[in-house]
Nanobody, 117 residues
Framework: QVQLVESGGGLVQAGGSLRLSCVAS?????????GAWYRQAPGNQRELVAS???????NFGDSVKGRFTISRDNANNTLYLQMNSLKPEDTAVYYC??????????WGQGTQVTVSS
């Protein structure tokens, strides 16, 4: 059974930083695929924050470019999201996602990030 477990969320003041982690079990990141972070704020649709392919190519949502970085540790089946210069509008539940090429995606349960002004 595949599980993705996020951690690192919490309450932070505007301008602060948080680092989210996502540890996978039941699947290995050595299998080529795309790791990603999504977020969903109340009343909004889930949106892509950042993604990283096996080869390291990254993609970021426009609202987080220059502030967030994404990385992956294939040996430890871990995905990271470093969030700097946080803004109140970054407040959301953040979800980890991994999609092996040619397969369905797996989702974590989400971790709450709250940025106070």
């Amino acid at each position: 059974q595949v599980q993705l477990v996020e951690s690192g969320g919490g309450l932070v003041q505007a301008g602060g930083s948080l680092r989210l982690s996502c540890v996978a079990s039941g699947i290995t990141f050595r299998i080529s695929g795309i790791g990603a972070w999504y977020r969903q704020a109340p009343g909004n649709q889930r949106e892509l924050v950042a993604s990283i392919a096996t080869g390291g190519r990254t993609n970021f949502g426009d609202s987080v470019k220059g502030r967030f970085t994404i990385s992956r540790d294939n040996a430890n089946n871990t995905l990271y999201l470093q969030m700097n210069s946080l803004k109140p509008e970054d407040t959301a539940v953040y979800y980890c996602n991994y999609r092996p090429y040619g397969s369905s995606a797996y989702w974590g349960q989400g971790t709450q990030v709250t940025v106070s002004s």
